[in-house]
DNA sequence: CAAGACGAATAACATAGATGAGTTACCGCT
DNA sequence: AGCGGTAACTCATCTATGTTATTCGTCTTG
């Protein structure tokens, strides 16, 4: 499923599904439901890539409240971010039990420069997450509750569909009332009833962690939400300027 | 200022500086305040370098709701993001006249591969971008009205300290306040209700479009503003490890 | 099997901020 | 000097969401 998340972002070879597989060799660390895996101000040693489960990025006041700013699921690696900045400027924390790999700044490195179609595929995943980033902004600075709560769960329905964990209408959705509290910046008690609003009216239907939409056309109209700034639908047409325009990638194509 | 801008990311040499200047003979453009200078859907033609004045970036909900996502100030230019992905996920207006610049695809990737550390710096300031809308996201979802707009006006404060466009506590505010509301997910009349809040406990004073800032720590503390999201104080004790570990900068060093 | 612990669900009440409809002041233009 | 437009500012009212607290069910753990 790695693979096919960054397949999603860039034809990768048979070779560069060769280095994949063999970086699957890294050893595999485990992350329990609820730890952080690596706090706000520390010093970031790797780039983390999710394997299996679900972890969110997140942002704490110094009063304690505390705003999800992203999730990160299988196929996802947190923003290369960490090995250019010095500092986390925000934690990351587990929600389930999470399976993940350190990836060391030197081998991905090694890993762009022999397989630059690799390469550029993080810098479309990081250039999306800035897109995402910016969606996220406007849905908790303009949307009401219900939108908001919906849009999100359109979101996660879109990304998990992609790497296949998503098998149409359903999808398992881990987090708890509180998590989806601070994504969406309200408090859980508001989050029971705006899920209760969106059962009633049929938008979703949500037993145990299984989450239903039977009708993603209505829940997107009712929550206001334009896919695009996914850019899902160009991974495939995507065309050869790829970074060069950047100045990153330039001499990776040759 | 600009050099000024990019130099506050990356040690620039001599060349570098003078690759700069030239780039200053690319023709200068002018958008009047209020225009917009590209469209939310568009296919983006360049990268827009901002000269001098105050351009936003915005994303419209299909009613109209408008949220403003970032600020593009002198020395900023818009995400690299534009000559990548295919479309514009979010618009970019001109706030007061705006003098820009357009610089293609291939200039920009000749400017990098010439001179890697401007093209590290660019790098920079798209990752800082990355951090800084984390933050926003934050400020919408946690924050009350006051803090907001204070954690606004005190960001703006030290990104305008940073090119040399604020002599200590004042500075020029060229924003109506609807343009804040837009920014901080408020409306305009809650907006002048907390700047008077604002003023009447002499945490600021604006007459005019200057704002000043009487005591800054005082009014950080009031808002709850941490300013290590802007990844300021490392930009000079920036090391070399620079890009490399994002596999994109490493023939650069050479 | 009892004891916690946690998450979902509910209820009563409080309030920050939105809404809608103004008035006033300023500035550029003819 | 008069006109038109925009931005700052005000006020009264309304409502979406927050706050605090309690109950219930389920799972974990000893």
């Known amino acids: 499923m790695l693979i096919r998340r960054l397949g999603n972002y860039a034809r990768l070879t048979p ?18 439901a609820r730890r952080d895996i690596i706090a706000e101000g520390a ?44 500092r986390m400027d925000h934690s990351i924390g587990a929600l389930t039990d999470v399976r993940y790999m350190e990836i060391p700044g030197e081998a991905i490195q090694r890993l762009t420069r022999d397989h630059p179609r690799i390469g550029k595929a993080l810098w479309w ?12 902004t406007t849905n908790l600075g303009q949307r009401n509750a219900m939108e908001r709560l ?16 998503s098998n149409g209408e359903c999808y398992d959705l881990p987090l708890t009332q509180t998590d989806l509290a601070d994504a969406t910046g309200l408090t859980s008690v508001h989050i029971n009833r705006t899920l ?5 009216s049929g938008l979703i239907s949500l ?8 009708n ?3 829940l997107q109209e009712a929550s206001l939400f334009a ?20 100045g990153v990638a330039d001499h990776a194509d040759q």
């Open 15 to 32: 070779e560069d599904e060769a280095a994949l597989q063999q970086m699957l060799a890294l050893p595999i660390r485990l992350a329990h």
């Open 150 to 165: 919906g849009s999100l769960l359109c979101e996660l329905a879109l990304r998990l569909r992609d790497v296949g964990l």
């Open 125 to 136: 995943q990081m250039l999306v997450h800035l897109s995402v980033q910016r969606e996220w």
């Open 216 to 218: 993603f056309a209505a």
């Open 196 to 200: 209760q609003q969106l059962r009633a």
């Open 43 to 86: 010093v970031p040693r790797a780039v983390f890539l999710i394997v299996s489960g679900w972890a969110c990025q997140f942002k704490t006041l110094e009063d304690g409240r505390r705003q999800i700013v992203g999730f990160l699921l299988p196929g996802d690696s947190c923003d290369l971010n960490n090995l250019v900045l010095r």
């Open 207 to 214: 037993s145990g962690r299984v989450l239903r939409i039977p």
């Open 227 to 246: 896919p695009d700034y996914l850019h899902r639908a160009q991974r495939e047409a995507r065309q050869s300027h790829g970074l060069a325009g950047a």
